[in-house]
C-alpha cells in the first residue's frame, strides 16, 4: 500500500465504496464522478503505478478480473456495449498514480464515441511501416513474414473480376441493341 494512495486505501476498505467485483488480486467499484451508469474502475489490490509495473500473471489476473466485473455489469445493467481501458501517464489524463481499468457501459444514443475520439494526432513525417519498425526494434520484436494472398484467394478474386467485367459487357450490349431496335430501317 502506497502512503495516502485513494486507489490502495480503498482496496484495503478504509474507504467506502460501491464495491461491484473483488477476488484475492483485485477490487472493482463503481467510479464517484461516473460518465455513465454503470462507470466502474478496477484495481489491482496492491500499488502498481502503470501496468509496465505488474508481472505477466498479474496483467492475466487484472484482466480476467475486468471482463468478469463486465459480464457483471452486462447482466445487471443490459449496456449496448462497453469501452474500457487505463489512463497511462500524466498527459494521458492518469489522475490517480496508482493502475486502473475504466468500464464505461455504453447505451445506444448516450453521446460518446470510440476509442478514436480519444485524440487526434496521426503520424505526419513517418508512414505506417517506419512507426511499426521503430516499435518492433524498441521491443525486440522481428517483422513476421508478410503472407501471399493464397491461390484459392487470387482465384476468387479473378473470377469475381471477370463476373463485373462479364456484367459490364451485357448492360453495353442490352444498350446497344435497344439503340439498334429503336433505328429506322428502308
Given at each position: 500500500m502506497a502512503d495516502g494512495c485513494i486507489f490502495c486505501r480503498i482496496a484495503g476498505k478504509d474507504i467506502s465504496s460501491e464495491i461491484?467485483?473483488?477476488?484475492?488480486?483485485?477490487?472493482?467499484?463503481?467510479?464517484?464522478?461516473?460518465?455513465?451508469?454503470?462507470?466502474?474502475?478496477?484495481?489491482?489490490?496492491?500499488?502498481?503505478?502503470?501496468?509496465?509495473?505488474?508481472?505477466?500473471?498479474?496483467?492475466?489476473?487484472?484482466?480476467?478480473?475486468?471482463?468478469?466485473?463486465m459480464k457483471a455489469i452486462e447482466a445487471g445493467l443490459k449496456p449496448a456495449g462497453f469501452n474500457y481501458g487505463a489512463n497511462h501517464g500524466r498527459v494521458a489524463g492518469q489522475a490517480i498514480d496508482h493502475l486502473h481499468i475504466h468500464i464505461l457501459p455504453r447505451f445506444e444514443n448516450d453521446g460518446g464515441g470510440s476509442m478514436h475520439s480519444i485524440v487526434r494526432n496521426p503520424p505526419k513525417q513517418q508512414s505506417l511501416e517506419e512507426v511499426a519498425g521503430l516499435i518492433r526494434g524498441a521491443g525486440g520484436f522481428k517483422q513476421v513474414e508478410k503472407k501471399e494472398e493464397v491461390p484459392a484467394a487470387k482465384e476468387e478474386k479473378k473470377e469475381e473480376d471477370i463476373g463485373k467485367k462479364l456484367k459490364e459487357l451485357e448492360e453495353e450490349l442490352a444498350k446497344h441493341t435497344k439503340t439498334f431496335l429503336r433505328m429506322k430501317r428502308p
Amino acid at each position: 500500500m502506497a502512503d495516502g494512495c485513494i486507489f490502495c486505501r480503498i482496496a484495503g476498505k478504509d474507504i467506502s465504496s460501491e464495491i461491484v467485483y473483488e477476488d484475492d488480486h483485485v477490487v472493482s467499484f463503481l467510479d464517484i464522478n461516473p460518465i455513465s451508469p454503470g462507470h466502474t474502475v478496477v484495481v489491482p489490490k496492491k500499488h502498481f503505478s502503470t501496468i509496465f509495473d505488474l508481472a505477466d500473471g498479474d496483467v492475466a489476473g487484472l484482466f480476467v478480473a475486468v471482463r468478469n466485473t463486465m459480464k457483471a455489469i452486462e447482466a445487471g445493467l443490459k449496456p449496448a456495449g462497453f469501452n474500457y481501458g487505463a489512463n497511462h501517464g500524466r498527459v494521458a489524463g492518469q489522475a490517480i498514480d496508482h493502475l486502473h481499468i475504466h468500464i464505461l457501459p455504453r447505451f445506444e444514443n448516450d453521446g460518446g464515441g470510440s476509442m478514436h475520439s480519444i485524440v487526434r494526432n496521426p503520424p505526419k513525417q513517418q508512414s505506417l511501416e517506419e512507426v511499426a519498425g521503430l516499435i518492433r526494434g524498441a521491443g525486440g520484436f522481428k517483422q513476421v513474414e508478410k503472407k501471399e494472398e493464397v491461390p484459392a484467394a487470387k482465384e476468387e478474386k479473378k473470377e469475381e473480376d471477370i463476373g463485373k467485367k462479364l456484367k459490364e459487357l451485357e448492360e453495353e450490349l442490352a444498350k446497344h441493341t435497344k439503340t439498334f431496335l429503336r433505328m429506322k430501317r428502308p
